[in-house]
């Protein structure tokens, strides 16, 4: 890589980390709503693929961190993957020590960061000569993950049922397109289906608000007063490695560890699975409550880290509920990527080792010095000046002009529907992961049929 690739990359990196930093810190972001839109309008926009990973892996790292931080101060998940943690936290609080739940779980952050970098570049490695194999049977690869989450989702029977149908909507939408002429037949709709899909709970939520009856019978909460507990600053350069203690430095990077291995099972459900076997045996609530933050913040990053990199390594399909989530627009956002042509055909896995290093570093000195000195400044700032609803509209426009760029006015409507039916789903029940893993799957499943 040349001088000017590098100072890209860096200049990348600062951004992703500063961009996620205030977004992180934003309640109820949830990761794949504010990752994969901005990561594939880098994409379309033809952006050098060093400049895309670098930006990735420095915004996700900073996500990481930060969504700690409304956790702590107001038991609010500050993502989805955060969720798990809001319990451990309050106990944390309870006891006066909120500024404690935010230097367990940062720290955590950055052991699994430093834990799941090597670690996947190794496994993505030993992947590598199976690559073939595995894309060869990509399509049934993707059916029976979609069958996996399924099982693993709150309600199994409608995740199960949902399977083929969703994968009609999908692709008789796709039919529809080529039959009107508004797109070429050898051109495929990915990018909005996939933003529809994400935005489904917002719509949803959305379209409730239209119906006055459903309105007047929410409570009224008024304006929510959030206290913050003035703590004393960090002097120096802050070492995780000193926040935590033995124990807990051992439990995250085991966390990290085993997040790293598992990458294709759900995040969320490791995460509280680990989570709580490393620590139910502890008695003391205030030392139980540190030692399980600091290791599911650990497993959380290590899994989107892997989740991302393992796929894009050996094979250059998403093959996890990471890579087929937020980092989906790294595999594929045409015309510009595609699953025969994306980063993982563009850079080679040392190159790649080398971006996701800088961003992730960037984003670790940036971000976690940050949370440790000024967390208390920024969450002040952000709840006050940032509204929750500002977010939700920037990144719901943001959808808006790629189903556009996608296929047209009609396709605006096509996206809506599609994010319709997936807000109902997951209303009820069916996660995120079951869904793409159907748009992925739609072609080859249904073609079963012909």
Do not use: C
């Amino acid at each position: 890589m040349d001088p000017v690739i590098i100072i890209q990359i860096v200049i990348a990196a600062i951004l992703g980390a500063g961009l996620y930093t205030l977004i992180g810190i934003a309640p109820g972001t949830d990761e794949t709503a504010v990752l994969a839109p901005v990561t594939i309008a880098l994409v379309l926009l033809d952006f050098s693929p060093y400049v895309i990973l670098a930006f990735f892996m420095s915004a996700i790292v900073a996500k990481k961190l930060t969504d700690s931080i409304p956790v702590a101060v107001a038991g609010i998940p500050g993502g989805v993957m955060s969720a798990p943690m809001v319990e451990h936290a309050m106990t944390l609080k309870e006891h006066g020590l909120p500024d404690q739940s935010i230097k367990k779980m940062s720290s955590g952050s950055v052991i699994g960061t430093l834990v799941a970098i090597p670690l996947s570049f190794i496994v993505g490695s030993l992947i590598i000569p199976h690559a073939d194999v595995i894309s060869e049977h990509s399509g049934l690869i993707f059916t029976l993950g979609a069958v996996f989450l399924a099982l693993l989702a709150k309600n199994k029977i409608l995740s199960l049922l949902i399977i083929i149908p969703f994968g009609i909507l999908l692709q008789g939408l796709q039919h529809l397109y080529w039959g009107l002429g508004v797109i070429p037949e050898d051109t495929t709709i990915f990018v909005s289906f996939f933003l529809g899909i994400t935005i489904g709970p917002i719509v949803i939520s959305l379209i409730e608000l239209i119906d006055k009856n459903h309105r007047d019978s929410l409570p009224f909460l008024g304006k929510k007063e959030i206290q913050i507990k003035n703590t004393k600053k960090e002097k120096g350069l802050p070492n995780p490695f000193k926040i935590l203690n033995k124990k807990e430095s051992g439990s995250s990077a085991l966390g990290s560890v085993i997040g790293t291995l598992t990458f294709f099972l759900t995040p969320v459900g490791m995460t509280v699975f680990i989570g709580e076997f490393t620590t139910r045996h502890i008695k003391d609530p205030v030392k139980r409550a540190s030692r399980a933050l600091a290791t599911m913040d650990g497993v959380t990053n290590a899994s989107y880290i892997s989740g991302t990199l393992i796929p894009l390594i050996a094979i250059g399909l998403p093959l996890s509920p990471m890579a087929i989530g937020p980092a989906a627009g790294l595999f594929n956002a045409p015309p510009e990527f595609t699953p025969e042509h994306n980063i993982h055909h563009l850079l080679t896995p040392v190159e790649m080792l080398i971006v996701s290093v800088i961003g992730a570093v960037i984003a670790l000195l940036i971000t976690y010095f940050i949370i440790i000195r000024y967390a208390q400044n920024i969450v002040r700032f952000v709840f006050k000046y940032i509204p929750h609803e500002a977010l939700i509209g920037l990144f719901a426009g943001l959808v808006v002009m790629l189903a556009y760029m996608d296929a047209g006015f009609l396709n605006i409507f096509g996206t809506l529907l599609v994010a319709f039916v997936a807000g109902l789903l997951y209303k009820n029940g069916v996660n995120y992961g079951v869904m793409f893993m159907v748009l992925y799957a739609a072609p080859w499943l249904l073609g079963l049929f012909g």
